[in-house]
């Protein structure tokens, strides 16, 4: 019989997501203990797509916080409902109502405007979220101390209700691309894995799994290709998900191998800063092609 984490590997494949075991085990865990799952890596390696492909996988509805600088407690817990409450206002003197008791109920919960954090633990869905915290290395240290109260016991203050607490906790993924170190103790609260840079052999297997109709040889040969490329001094190494933006390009132009004129054409839906692509374009570029397509057959 397999494990959970087998089982979860296998599920997980079957949604055109290759995880390892470490992760599948890892994210297993998390999602036994109900702890919060933090992801880190390069950016597009795959750590915000595991929580689509999980929300996915289990039929539940994926609740994603994208995190900026300058985030707030009003754009990701939860407002109020201004205009609302001035229409009630109006309501209210209109029928000569206006009593401090009534007053109260322009911060009830009906006039609540909910956000990714506070629709997250306050759900009523039939089976729970999936909540992503995306980049948390985004934020700032003042956002990442308010979430140490939801991460730790699945609750959040709002001061004019009181303390409003998760009947069943959502499966909370973050995901940092480590621009920043993150804050020690929002670390102790989550289970930590960190996402590397496939081997070409394993990222063309990704990409066969989410490009439909992409030709073996021709997933082999941009897997091998990405892989050189990451070996330069780019100032944006490419992810897998830019591999499978390019092998995408590639198909859609119907190029069944790589060859240095579909390169030359289709770089932009790998590297993404000018100064990379007049790096690349000035080394050899048939030879990095011979070189991909001897490694890729």
Not at 33 to 45: F, N, Q, S
């Amino acid at each position: 019989m397999a494990s959970r984490a087998e089982q979860l590997q296998e599920d997980l494949v079957k949604n055109s997501y290759l995880a390892d075991r470490g992760l599948a085990t890892v994210l297993s865990i998390a999602m036994t203990l109900h702890k919060p799952l933090l992801l880190e890596g390069e950016a597009g390696v795959g750590k915000t797509q595991l929580a689509k492909t999980l929300a996915e996988m289990t039929g539940v509805r994926l609740i994603r916080l994208q995190c900026y600088e300058g985030i707030d407690v009003a754009h990701a817990l939860y407002d109020w409902n201004y205009a609302r409450q001035m229409l009630h206002i109006r309501t209210l003197e209109a029928g000569h109502a206006a009593d401090p008791g009534r007053v109260d109920e322009l911060f009830s919960a009906e006039f609540l405007v909910r956000r990714p954090l506070l629709d997250a633990i306050e759900n009523d869905d039939p089976e729970p979220p999936v909540l992503l915290i995306d980049e948390i290395d985004r934020a700032d240290d003042e956002f990442e101390a308010f979430l140490l109260e939801l991460l730790s016991d699945f609750q959040v203050t709002i001061p004019e209700i009181g303390t409003i607490r998760a009947r069943r906790r959502p499966a909370v993924i973050m995901t940092s691309n480590r621009t920043r170190e993150l804050n020690d103790a929002l670390k102790r609260r989550c289970l930590y894995h960190w996402i590397d840079h496939p081997s070409p052999e394993r990222e063309a297997a990704i990409v066969r799994a989410r490009v439909e109709g992409a030709s073996e040889p021709l997933a082999r040969q941009a897997a091998s290709f990405v892989a050189a490329l990451r070996e330069m001094d780019l100032s944006r190494t490419p992810g897998v998900a830019e591999t499978i933006d390019w092998v995408e390009s590639l198909s859609a132009l119907e190029e069944p191998a790589l060859t240095p004129e579909a390169v030359e054409m289709t770089l932009g839906a790998v590297l993404k800063e000018r100064e990379d692509m007049e790096l690349v374009r000035d080394c050899d570029l048939a030879a990095l092609v011979a070189a991909a397509r001897d490694e890729g057959d």
